[in-house]
């Protein structure tokens, strides 16, 4: 049974940091594409970041110089890095892993983050 569980959320204050993780087990996470993805009240799941399983990375114009997607294949982590936050990133974040031979997408259940002005 694949299973992603999202870390690292909170409050934090406009232009602080903070670092999400994406735990994974249950699957080859290695070769895995990436995607970090987030949802504000009232608002529609957009794609923040992404990593391919070679270490390819695209990021959402917004987050861009902001943000830092990574993955740690040996800990069958990824990682995105939230810099210069501001309120406008408040949201959860979720990440999903994408199994691209099956076209399966596998869900984390959420990380709140929340940005102060």
């Known amino acids: 049974q694949v299973q992603l569980v999202e870390s690292g959320g909170g409050l934090v204050q406009a232009g602080g940091s903070l670092r999400l993780s994406c735990a994974a087990s249950?699957?080859?996470?290695?070769?895995?594409?990436i995607g970090w993805y987030r949802q504000a009240p009232g608002k529609e799941r957009e794609l923040v970041a992404t990593?391919?399983?070679?270490?390819?990375?695209t990021y959402a114009d917004s987050v861009k110089g902001r943000f830092t997607i990574s993955r740690d294949n040996a800990k069958n982590t990824a990682y995105l890095q939230m810099n210069s936050l501001k309120p406008e990133d408040t949201a959860v974040y979720y990440c999903?892993?994408?199994?691209?031979?099956?076209?399966?997408?596998?869900w984390g259940q959420g990380t709140q983050v929340t940005v102060s002005s």
């Open positions: 249950g699957t080859t996470f290695s070769n895995r594409f």
């Open positions: 999903k892993a994408r199994n691209i031979a099956l076209l399966l997408d596998y």
């Open positions: 990593i391919s399983s070679g270490g390819t990375t």
